[in-house]
Antibody, heavy 116, light 106 residues
Framework: EVKLVESGGGLVQPGTSLKLSCAAS????????MGWVRQAPGKGLQWIGE????????NYSPSLKDKLTISRDNAQNTLYLQMSKLISEDTAIYYC?????????WGQGVMVTVSS | EIVLTQSPTTTAASPGEQVTITCLAR?????MNWYQQKSGASPKLLIY???SLASGVPDRFSGSGSGTSYTLTINTMEAEDAATYYC?????????FGAGTKLELK
């Protein structure tokens, strides 16, 4: 069974940084592109970025690329999302996805709240 | 950025009714994906590459379209289909989603 479990969310101060993790299991992690999608409270879905199997290609949403770093550790079957210079508009549920394409499996999501 | 416009924004259907949701792209896209999100849950892949059903999806769901116009159809509405539906394109970075169509049970 494919499982994606995000962690690392919580309440953070504006201007700070945060690193989210996504633990993958049930499939050959190093064979797949992986990605992140976020959803602000009561809003729609926003694609954040993706990373290929060996981390040689990383694509970011142009509107967010200056504050994001996506990485992965294939030995640990883990995907990461580092976000910097957080603002209130970054408050959202962050989903880890397997990005075949399309996004065929999603994690349960992790909430990030940016507030002072 | 390719903007995807979904219509209607909200709709309601009775059991057995047919439901049609449209997604219009500002520029031509190769194909379209559709996701279903129930309240409080993660999105779930419904249809990929315009018309292919994801694993485990009932065949009352279907997709069609090309270029800038795509459609998701639910042949006969069931109570469990009440959810928000999103279209999504993978033709051009950023891989945008539509704003969603909320489908309610009448």
């Amino acid at each position: 069974e494919v499982k994606l479990v995000e962690s690392g969310g919580g309440l953070v101060q504006p201007g700070t940084s945060l690193k989210l993790s996504c633990a993958a299991s049930g499939f050959s992690f190093n064979h797949y592109w992986m990605g992140w999608v976020r959803q602000a409270p009561g809003k729609g879905l926003q694609w954040i970025g993706e990373i290929n199997q060996d981390s040689s290609t990383i694509n970011y949403s142009p509107s967010l690329k200056d504050k994001l770093t996506i990485s992965r550790d294939n030995a640990q079957n883990t995907l990461y999302l580092q976000m910097s210079k957080l603002i209130s508009e970054d408050t959202a549920i962050y989903y880890c996805t397997r990005a075949v394409p399309p996004f065929d499996y999603w994690g349960q999501g992790v909430m990030v709240t940016v507030s002072s | 950025e390719i903007v995807l416009t979904q219509s209607p924004t909200t709709t309601a259907a009775s059991p057995g009714e047919q439901v049609t949701i449209t997604c219009l792209a500002r520029s031509s896209v190769y194909n379209m994906n559709w996701y279903q999100q129930k309240s409080g849950a993660s999105p779930k892949l419904l249809i990929y590459s315009t018309s292919s059903l994801a694993s485990g999806v009932p065949d009352r769901f279907s997709g069609s379209g090309s270029g800038t116009s795509y459609t998701l159809t639910i042949n006969t509405m069931e109570a469990e289909d009440a959810a928000t539906y999103y279209c999504q394109q993978w033709s051009s970075n950023p891989y945008t989603f539509g704003a969603g169509t909320k489908l309610e049970l009448k």
